[in-house]
């Protein structure tokens, strides 16, 4: 019974220490702190500034359902306060997004055009397999004598 214990134990310590489940927990970590700072952003400064325009908040409207002390509310104010603050911070987040996907992109250009560059200096040493200038008649790498291929 004890071996089937010390395996599991085992299998878990695979398992949280993978790349992944490592990677997942910082996500969640940075997620956290993130949403703090979109929060903060649309509370604070995005908010207030939609405020000026309209002037209107929402939290306050309530509908009441029947008479009395204990009778049911309908809060939808709230709920649309959540709607348009959801709304704003998923716009921001889709800006945010959008500007790395540009980042991302112009510097994948950016190394493909280094790479073409590359291609086209270049050729592989048939014996080592290293990159070797395409000029070069000797491999820097293994010394071979590189002959050229007449098509």
Known sequence: ??????GIIEEFKKFITRGNVMDMAVGVIV??????IVTSLNNDIISPILGIFGGVDFSDLKLVMGSGEN????KYGSFL????????????????VRAMNKINES???????????LVETTKVC???REKVAKEATRCPHCT??????VD
């Open 1 to 6: 019974m004890m071996k089937k214990k010390s």
């Open 31 to 36: 997620g956290g702190a993130f949403t703090t």
């Open 71 to 74: 009778a049911p509310v309908l």
């Open 81 to 96: 306060t959540a709607v348009i603050n959801f709304l704003i911070i998923a716009m921001i987040i889709f800006l945010i």
């Open 107 to 117: 510097i994948k250009a950016k190394l493909t055009d280094k790479e073409e560059v």
């Open 126 to 128: 048939p014996y080592c």
């Open 144 to 149: 071979s004598i590189l002959e050229e291929k």
